[in-house]
């Protein structure tokens, strides 16, 4: 198979300096990819911590007297508790406002409860395990780290282009390489249908 030159020099070059840059996103999700098919074993106990205010903080109210979503309820969830109300769930159901809050190995619950004129707090840490796991499904994550994600996700498929294309002059490799990926595949496929059983 005649393979032009200019394409295999570029598809080195490309595979060279993909794998340098892919490094640390490659190892960053083998490992994760173990501790999530192993979450149980690698988890600790979940680490939950509460807090009562007894009054309510001064915020814009609705027309129905209670705190109102805006800005400065934001501002303030931010800056008491470290949640972002953009991330969160807001619901009312008089007499409480509740924000419902999930991010990577963390849950938060904020209550405010305008009868008792009180704000019922509870955070939960599931450890630093649980934080990679979720960074690594993109599970309550930012926007940027899903881009990054998805791009990680398009460079790891031009390096693995590069690299075949670099397999195609040498036949004996090239055949060797397609054995061993039928091998992979067919070991694969049969390991997720005795799965499913």
Do not use: C
């Not at 990577?104 to 019922?120: I, R």
């Not at 990680?152 to 390096?159: E, G, M, P, Q, R």
């Amino acid at each position: 198979m005649a393979i032009n030159r200019n394409l295999v020099n570029w598809s080195r070059t490309v595979h060279v300096y993909l794998s340098i840059a892919l490094l640390i996103v490659l190892v960053f999700f083998s490992i994760t990819g173990i501790t999530l098919n192993h979450a149980e074993l690698m988890t600790g106990e979940p680490r939950t911590e509460t807090l009562v205010l007894e009054s309510l903080p001064d915020l814009p109210r609705n027309d129905e007297g209670m705190i109102a979503e805006s800005p400065e309820l934001a501002a303030w969830l931010r800056e008491e508790f470290g949640i972002r109300l953009q991330f969160a769930t807001v619901f009312y159901d008089d007499p409480f406002l509740t924000v419902n809050y999930s991010g990577p190995g963390s849950q938060a619950l904020v209550e405010f409860d305008h009868d008792f004129n009180e704000v019922y707090a509870e955070s939960t840490d599931f450890g630093l395990v649980a934080v990679l796991n979720d960074l690594h499904k993109g599970r309550y994550t930012h926007i940027v780290w899903n881009a990054l994600i998805d791009i990680s996700a398009v460079v790891l498929t031009i390096f693995s282009l590069a690299g075949f294309v670099l397999l195609l002059p040498n036949k004996f490799r090239f055949r060797k390489v397609v054995k061993y990926t039928v091998i992979g595949t067919a070991l694969s496929t049969l390991g997720y249908f005795i799965a499913t059983l």
